[in-house]
């Protein structure tokens, strides 16, 4: 592992975002949010473009966003929950980045995700119910980061401070390494 960009993962409402801001204020790292950047090149929201062009479409330029974004160095890369079911972008953001997933329970996600009106996965009648048909789907693939970090009990600032102690020690091994 190489650890020149930090990534963050896990399911929607996780915190990606705001540990992702807070962690790169931290570093003095420039922060870069896959789905923001792709509403920014589009000119419509995630919702948008899953309603007119479907997932696929999106995962496509997921697919090509997350690329773009590993090629540079220093990046907190808050990505979207479904980025690292893609073979190659779990492959690309292990060998680029320190991955960390953020974890919490269903109930907790159901709480932050609030009407999940802005969340195309979460349409439909049950909100919870597809959260854990999700959150099963990809279990396997957030197992995968090199850090797994469960919100439930922490500040963002200690879970910032976890992934700053876990970007030290890789960087420490790389250093003897060598």
Same mark, same amino acid.
């Given at each position: 592992?190489?650890?020149?960009?930090?990534?963050?993962?896990?399911?929607?409402?996780?915190?990606?975002?705001?540990?992702?801001?807070?962690?790169?204020?931290?570093?003095?790292?420039?922060?870069?949010?896959?789905?923001?950047? &792709?509403?920014?090149?589009?000119?419509?929201?995630?919702?948008? +473009?899953?309603?007119?062009?479907?997932?696929?479409?999106?995962?496509?330029?997921?697919?090509?966003?997350?690329?773009?974004?590993?090629?540079?160095?220093? @990046?907190? &890369?808050?990505?979207?929950?479904?980025?690292?079911?893609?073979?190659?972008?779990?492959?690309?953001?292990?060998?680029?980045?320190?991955?960390?997933?953020?974890?919490?329970?269903?109930?907790?996600?159901?709480? @932050?995700?609030?009407?999940?009106?802005?969340?195309?996965?979460?349409?439909?009648?049950?909100?919870?119910?597809?959260?854990?048909?999700?959150?099963?789907?990809?279990?396997?693939?957030?197992?995968?980061?090199?850090?797994?970090?469960?919100?439930?009990?922490?500040?963002?600032?200690?879970?910032?401070?976890? +992934? &700053?102690?876990?970007?030290?020690?890789?960087?420490?091994?790389?250093?003897?390494?060598?």
């Amino acid at each position: 592992m190489r650890a020149r960009n930090i990534a963050l993962t896990g399911f929607m409402a996780v915190g990606k975002s705001v540990v992702g801001r807070k962690l790169a204020r931290r570093l003095g790292w420039r922060l870069v949010d896959v789905d923001r950047a &792709i509403e920014e090149e589009q000119g419509m929201k995630v919702q948008e +473009i899953f309603e007119r062009e479907g997932e696929a479409y999106f995962r496509k330029l997921e697919k090509r966003k997350l690329g773009e974004m590993l090629s540079e160095e220093n @990046r907190v &890369i808050a990505t979207g929950g479904g980025a690292v079911l893609d073979d190659e972008n779990l492959s690309l953001l292990k060998r680029q980045s320190l991955l960390v997933c953020l974890t919490a329970s269903p109930e907790t996600l159901l709480r @932050r995700s609030g009407s999940g009106k802005e969340r195309p996965l979460l349409q439909g009648d049950d909100k919870r119910r597809r959260i854990e048909e999700l959150l099963s789907r990809r279990k396997e693939r957030y197992a995968q980061a090199h850090l797994c970090i469960d919100t439930e009990a922490r500040t963002v600032d200690q879970v910032v401070e976890e +992934i &700053i102690a876990a970007l030290r020690n890789a960087k420490g091994k790389m250093k003897s390494a060598k």
